[in-house]
Structure formats: structure tokens, C-alpha cells
């Protein structure tokens, strides 16, 4: 069998130099044997040979000898080439040089080093390429220690002047990311030629020193004779895009042009991943376009640009063409299938994610971990978290699971509204720290997780985490923690953190005016704004924009916020987009300026969206613009016929003007279309438990002390001035309309917390949707009938009622 040692007859006692006759050579060269021995490609073939060189008497031939331990030696067959090698009594050096390099690359460094021990033994004399080849093994192991022996050997004989060598431990130094001493060794040459340059380029590149890569480019034409060939430009377009050079980058392109590379395949392919980096991706693919043959490096550089440059269906289309065109011939490789599976996450496309999860089986990739993260992301986009966690599952139970599983399945859960769940898994990956341990990504990934659960001791939990580890210094993760606790209610921490860190991102900035937006606090947050641009440390971007704005909105602050939207244009040249302008028409239309906000709507530069139009639709609920209201709700319909909760919205327009017949048409067409709005509930945590209410729900462990509790509260609030806000509840009689209002989720949530929490302790509930008017006004009477402070935080913003008063100033 091939994977067996053939067994060889022993040589005979004097050994026979068939180079000694040349007609002899001769005629061994033109054999048969010889000629199929020259054409074997595998071990297998190899074998089969074997056999036929063995028949005819030549396995003691000088030159079958030689080519049997060098193709034994290529195919990695180490122990047959020493079968081979080791009863020859006269062995000539070629066959020691042929055999060491079959270990370097075959066996172990360990093996490669035995060898080379046992040739300084028999007086094999010294040849620099066999340095070159355990240096070359020493980098690619980063084997830094044994590199170093090598190289002080290497001076020891003498070789510390000759250039291949040098360029050899230069090479080796910058694979073990030691990419300074590879500098100082280059330094030092006396004489240096473009291979040497080359691997001062690709030392640089690879180790992430793009800048030092390129300059070393510009270099090598100013200092030396030398002029960048395709091995160049090939290590400079990644520094270039690396860096997003895209100026650079065309340069070298029309070098390229210039000296004839731009038709080899390794230099279009690197063009195309250049360009598309850099984010010109309509000339990466006029180069694809143009190349005449494509290796799968240009699928997967013109693949991932797309996805990255936010064109997820052309990347889709080109994944696609590149399966049914099968004129290609590539194989798929992990970067071609991560691609695309990024592509369908971002598509939300299921089916095409399923089938590419299918096509991995086909292709044997579908064990490859980094593959199988990809598939946790575009699971969790898709909105499938189960069938993340299905392959999540698979890595953990294979002992499989990397940093990078763990991060991706919590921020699956965390895009999917499953905090609980993002925590859960947060404390089992803490288990097993072993395999994983958490880093500042995976605390970027949890924390607005639990930000979303609104509960203020998480957000103190998650912040002593990261001081005990370390990972408290990290931007990121403070910004995390400043909009976690701006959304857990902590405001006044959120500010003390901000104002504890040094260096501030963009986005710092942006969570913090964010903050004080939600809370109702517009004045601060307008403050806050202009103590960012008077930094003149960190320029406001459009997100910046968006979040003042918003918060001029929720504080009625209408003049500033429009003065801050024409800025945003003349002062900071930054485009609006659709959630700027929708800000705006909030802005006008909260203010009671509906027909300004119409016109504003009529005269935008790009279609509006359905946040527009949501906008004024929310407007003429406030102020019973019926007109407009049916305008606004109109091209809603038609944008998204299937969302209920703007049906909703027009129906309680006509209901609070009386007209019972628009009122009646707009829920005949909900229940023909079968659409519901979504069912409103009211989450509160009480002794470390979360309690969920409904409205009219009476299937909690404390019904009968709520409704109590709350027949008592609806009597004391009366009794100092609350009357029921019933015109949004139609076709029932009066009695029932408050009967109803009664037992909304957000008073069954501060009945149940008023019963079992001490007297002036704050009270802070959460809502998925937004407040209802009657359960506002309400809640500000039973602060101040018990004396409490009860924090609502809804699908938009937070209330702080006080004393009778909310934060909001009744305007949101």
C-alpha cells in the first residue's frame, strides 16, 4: 500500500557510479523508469514507479537514488526518502541538502534540526540556502528563540555579509514580530538588491505598520537603483488600502499600468481589494470587469467590498454569479462564503443564509470556526437566534468555542431584544474563562443588552466588572456604560462617568446629549453641545446633530433646533438623512406648528420615509388635525400597508373629533387585514425579579392586593383632581371606558411596586410603547398623593414624576 515503508533489497558491497560513463547516464536518463519518475506528481504515482525502478535493477543508480529522496522528500514521505537515503555508503551532498529541506517543510522544526545536527556530524560542508530554509521554518513557527541560535551560527562561519542569508534573518525577525530588529539588520547591509527591499516592505505590512510599508517603497527609488516590481506593488496595495489611501493606491495602479504588471492575475486582484477598501467601489469592479482571468482572491476582494461599502445585494448577485458560472472553476475558500454570509445578515435574508450554510457542507467548510461565526452573526440578523445558538452549541460542545463565538452570540441575543439571555450567557462564558476570556468587545456587545432591561443595578454590576478587569479605560466600553446608565435612569452617573474620562470619542459625546434628549433635559443637552464645539477637540457628526436636535424636540426648544439643522448643513457641510428630517417635523409638529411641519414635509430634498410622515401623524393626534392626519396616514399606507399601530393613531384621530365613521372604516380595514397593534405591558423589578403586567391582567401571584391597592389610588387622585381621559377607548359605555383605563399595565406595575417597596423609596417602571395621555396624567397625581417619585421609561423617552409635575412638562 502507499502509506506503508517499501521495503528495498540490501545494495550491493561496492558501490557503482553510474555517472561514470556518460553513455551510461545517458541511457539511464532516456529509461522509462526515469521518465515516469520525472513525471510523478504524487505518492502515490510515485509508488507505482517504484516498483517498475526496482525491477529493472536501478535502486542503486546514482541518479534514481537522488530523484526517489527528493520527490520521497517533496511528496513529505520523510521516512521512505531515509529508506531510500540511508544505506547509501557514498552519499553526496545534494542528497543531505534535498533531505533537510523535506523536513523544513514536512516535518518538525524539532526533526528539520535533527537532521541539520546529524549533517554537521558528517562533515557536510555549509551551504546558505540551508540557513535560509530553518529561518524561513523559524518564522513561520515564530520560533524567535532557535531563530537567534541560527543566526549567531550564521555569523560564527561567516556568512553575516552575504546578502541572501541577512535578508533571510531579516525575514525571520519580521514574522516574529520583531519588526525592529529586522530594520536594524537591514540597516546594516552594506549592499542591498529588491529582494531584500522587498522583505523590508512586507516585514512592515505585515505587522501592521502600513505607513513605514509604504515609505520604505518611496525609499528604495530614492536611495538605491532599484525599481518596485510585482512582488512590490503586491505587499504596497494592502498597506494602501489598509490605511484607505485611495490616492496612494491609484498612484501604484498607474505604475502598475506603466510597467506592464496590470495584467498579472496576484496584482488585479490586489487593485480590485485596494480599491474597494478604500471605498471606490465602482473602480474595483471596472477592474474586475477587465481581467481576463480571476483567481478566487478577486471574487472575494469584490465580494466582501460590496457587503463592506453597504451594497449587500450586488454582493449577493456576484456570490451568486459566481456559483452558476461554472466556466470559473474556483473553489470556494472561508473569505468567499464569510462574505456573502455577511451580505445575507445584513439583507436579512434567511432563505439565501440557509442556503449558503447548506453549500458549506458541500464545500467542506462548514466546520471552520471562523465560518461558524459568521453563521452565529447572520443567524442573529436574520432574527433566528435559535438557529444561532444551534451553532453556537455545536462549537461549545467541540470545545471549539473562540472569543469571537462568545462575542457574536451575545450580541445575537442583544440585537434580538434578549438581554436576559446576552447576560446568561455573559456568566457562562465566565465559566469558562479557560477557552475565553471576556474583553473589552464583549462588554461592548453586553452592555446595551442590559441597558435595554432598564435596570440601574445592572448597569453599577457591568460597570464594576470592567473596573476589576481592567477594561474600564477602554472608550468603548465607558461610552457603553454612559448610555446604559443614561437608559437605566441614572443620568446624573451617566454625567459623572463623562466627566471622569480624559479622552472622549465622538460617539462619548453623542450618548451623553443623547441622554439628557430622552431625559427630557434639552436645555442640558444644547449646553452639553456647545461645550463640544467650543472644544475644538472632537467635530460633531451628523449623529451628533440628530441626538440635539431630538432633544430640542422633546423640550420644545424649536428655534434651536432648527438653528442647529442649518448648521448641521451650511457650517459642518453634512448631508441630512431621513432620521434629520423626521427630528425636525417632530420638532415643528410637537410645538403645534403641523401645518409648517407639512410644508417642510412637501419641500424636502428626497422622498420622505415613513418616520416623516410618523412624525406629523403623532402631531395631529396631539392637536386633532384631522386634515392632515389623513394625509400624513395615507402615504403611510402605502409605504407599509401592514403596520397597525399608525391605523391606530388614525383611528383615535377620529375619535377624538367625533367622526365615528372614519373612526369605524379604519378598524374595519385593521380587522380585515388582520392587523393588531402591538399589545401593550409594563416590566418592573422588585427584589431582583422582573414583574411583567398587561393591561386587565390578573394572572400575577398579587391580584386581588393590586386591584385593591388600586381602587384605593383611584379614589385618592379623584379626590384631588384626576378625571379619566376616555376618548381614546370607543364602543363601550362610560362606566367601562374607566373601568378600563383603570387597569392599564402602567398602573397595575406602580400599584404593585407601591405595595411592596417602603414609603420614599422611587419607583421606576418600563413600557414598551409610549405612554398613553390618560395614564401621564395619573401618574403625576399619585406622586403626589403617596409622596413618591416614579420614573416611566417608554419605547421613547424617560418621565420623572415629582410632586404632581413630570419632567417632560406634559409635552412629549
Known amino acids: 500500500m502507499a502509506s506503508m515503508v517499501t521495503p528495498f533489497p540490501p545494495p550491493p558491497s561496492r558501490f557503482r557510479k553510474s555517472n561514470s560513463d556518460p553513455k551510461i547516464t545517458a541511457d539511464l536518463f532516456s529509461h522509462p523508469s526515469a521518465i515516469l519518475l520525472e513525471m510523478c506528481s ?65 516535518s518538525s522544526l524539532d526533526e528539520a534540526l535533527l537532521f541539520f545536527c546529524r549533517m554537521k556530524e558528517d562533515e557536510v560542508p555549509h551551504q546558505v540556502y540551508n540557513f535560509t530554509y530553518l529561518l524561513k521554518r523559524c518564522g513561520e513557527d515564530s520560533d524567535l528563540r532557535r531563530g537567534r541560535e541560527i543566526h549567531g551560527q550564521l555569523i560564527t562561519i561567516g556568512f553575516q555579509f552575504n546578502l541572501f542569508s541577512m535578508t533571510s534573518v531579516m525575514n525571520m525577525y519580521a514574522k516574529c514580530r520583531l519588526v525592529d530588529d529586522a530594520r536594524k539588520m537591514f540597516d546594516r547591509m552594506p549592499n542591498r538588491d529588491l529582494v531584500t527591499w522587498n522583505a523590508m516592505v512586507a516585514g512592515y505590512a505585515q505587522n501592521g505598520i502600513s505607513k513605514n510599508a509604504l515609505q520604505m517603497v518611496i525609499d528604495m527609488q530614492k536611495e538605491s537603483e532599484e525599481r518596485p516590481d510585482s512582488i512590490t506593488l503586491v505587499t504596497a496595495l494592502p498597506a494602501c488600502a489598509d490605511l484607505r489611501f485611495l490616492r496612494t493606491g491609484r498612484s501604484i495602479h498607474a505604475y502598475a499600468i506603466r510597467a506592464g504588471f496590470d495584467s498579472l492575475v496576484n496584482i488585479a486582484a490586489s487593485v480590485v481589494d485596494m480599491y474597494a477598501k478604500c471605498g471606490s467601489i465602482k473602480s474595483a469592479r471596472l477592474v474586475f470587469d477587465r481581467m481576463k482571468v480571476k483567481n478566487v482572491v478577486s ?32 473553489k470556494l475558500t472561508d473569505v468567499t462564503v464569510m462574505a456573502a454570509l455577511n451580505a445575507a445578515g445584513e439583507l436579512r435574508d434567511l432563505q439565501q443564509g440557509c442556503i449558503i450554510h447548506r453549500l458549506l457542507k458541500e464545500v467542506g467548510l462548514g466546520s471552520k470556526i471562523n465560518v461558524m461565526n459568521c453563521l452565529i452573526t447572520m443567524y442573529s440578523k436574520c432574527k433566528r437566534v435559535d438557529l444561532a445558538v444551534e451553532v453556537f452549541s455545536i462549537l461549545r460542545s467541540t470545545r471549539k468555542a473562540t472569543l469571537v463565538s462568545w462575542n457574536a452570540m451575545i450580541a445575537g441575543y442583544a440585537q434580538n431584544d434578549r438581554g436576559t439571555d446576552a447576560m446568561n450567557c455573559f456568566c457562562k462564558m465566565q465559566e469558562d474563562e479557560e477557552m475565553a476570556k471576556p474583553d473589552s468587545f464583549t462588554l461592548v456587545n453586553l452592555i446595551p443588552a442590559l441597558a435595554e432591561l432598564s435596570v440601574l443595578r445592572h448597569a453599577r454590576w457591568i460597570h464594576g466588572y470592567a473596573i476589576r478587569h481592567g477594561l474600564d479605560n477602554n472608550v468603548f466600553v465607558t461610552t457603553a456604560l454612559i448610555d446604559t446608565y443614561a437608559k437605566c435612569g441614572g443620568v446624573k452617573l451617566a454625567r459623572k462617568l463623562f466627566d471622569s474620562i480624559p479622552i472622549k470619542h465622538v460617539t462619548t459625546w453623542n450618548v451623553m446629549i443623547d441622554g439628557y434628549g430622552t431625559h427630557g433635559m434639552g436645555a442640558a443637552a444644547v449646553e452639553l453641545f456647545e461645550e463640544m464645539k467650543n472644544s475644538n477637540v472632537v467635530q460633531p457628526n451628523d449623529i451628533t446633530f440628530l441626538c440635539v436636535i431630538s432633544a430640542c424636540s422633546h423640550s420644545g426648544l424649536v428655534d434651536t433646533g432648527t438653528a442647529y439643522f442649518e448648521s448641521m448643513k451650511e457650517d459642518y457641510k453634512l448631508e441630512p438623512r431621513m432620521d434629520h428630517y423626521g427630528s425636525m417635523v417632530d420638532l415643528m409638529g410637537r410645538s403645534g406648528r403641523v401645518e409648517q411641519a407639512w410644508e417642510f414635509i412637501e419641500n424636502m430634498p428626497i422622498q420622505p420615509g415613513i418616520s416623516v410622515y410618523g412624525a406629523i401623524l403623532g402631531a395631529c393626534k396631539i392637536y386633532k388635525n384631522v386634515e392632515l392626519g389623513e394625509k400624513a396616514a395615507n402615504r403611510i399606507f402605502k409605504l407599509d400597508p401592514e403596520e397597525g399601530g399608525y391605523h391606530v393613531l388614525l383611528a383615535n384621530i377620529y375619535a377624538a373629533a367625533s367622526m365615528w365613521d372614519g373612526y369605524a372604516r379604519v378598524r374595519n380595514m385593521m380587522e380585515k387585514k388582520g392587523l393588531q397593534k402591538t399589545p401593550g405591558q409594563t416590566h418592573i423589578e422588585i427584589r431582583n425579579q422582573v414583574h411583567t403586567f398587561h393591561s386587565g391582567c390578573t394572572n400575577h401571584i398579587q391580584t386581588e392586593k393590586i386591584y385593591a391597592k388600586l381602587r384605593e389610588l383611584i379614589k385618592e387622585i379623584t379626590a384631588a383632581g384626576y378625571v379619566p381621559d376616555t376618548s381614546s377607548i370607543q364602543d363601550v359605555e362610560h362606566h367601562v371606558k374607566v373601568q378600563l383605563l383603570s387597569t392599564h399595565s402602567e398602573k397595575l406595575a406602580i400599584a404593585f411596586g407601591l405595595i411592596n417597596t417602603t414609603p420614599g423609596t422611587t419607583i421606576q417602571i418600563r413600557k414598551n410603547l409610549r405612554v398613553c395621555g390618560d395614564c401621564h396624567n395619573a401618574t403625576k397625581f399619585i406622586s403626589k398623593t403617596t409622596g413618591r417619585e416614579i420614573v416611566v421609561r417608554d419605547m421613547h423617552r424617560f418621565h420623572h414624576f415629582k410632586d404632581g409635575s413630570c419632567s417632560c412638562g406634559d409635552y412629549w
Open 42 to 106: 504524487t505518492n502515490r504515482e510515485l509508488h507505482q514507479v517504484l516498483t517498475l525502478v526496482i525491477k529493472n535493477g536501478f535502486y542503486t543508480e546514482h541518479i534514481f537514488q537522488t530523484k526517489l529522496v527528493s520527490l520521497f522528500s517533496k511528496f513529505g514521505s520523510l521516512r521512505e526518502a531515509a529508506v531510500v537515503f540511508d544505506p547509501i555508503p557514498n552519499k553526496i551532498d545534494e542528497l543531505y541538502h534535498t533531505i533537510l529541506k523535506g523536513h523544513v517543510r514536512n
Open 299 to 330: 471574487w472575494n476582494s469584490m465580494i466582501d467590498g460590496y457587503a463592506a461599502n453597504g451594497d449587500s445585494k450586488e454582493a449577493m448577485r456576484l456570490f451568486n454569479q459566481l456559483l452558476n458560472d461554472n466556466r470559473t472553476g474556483i
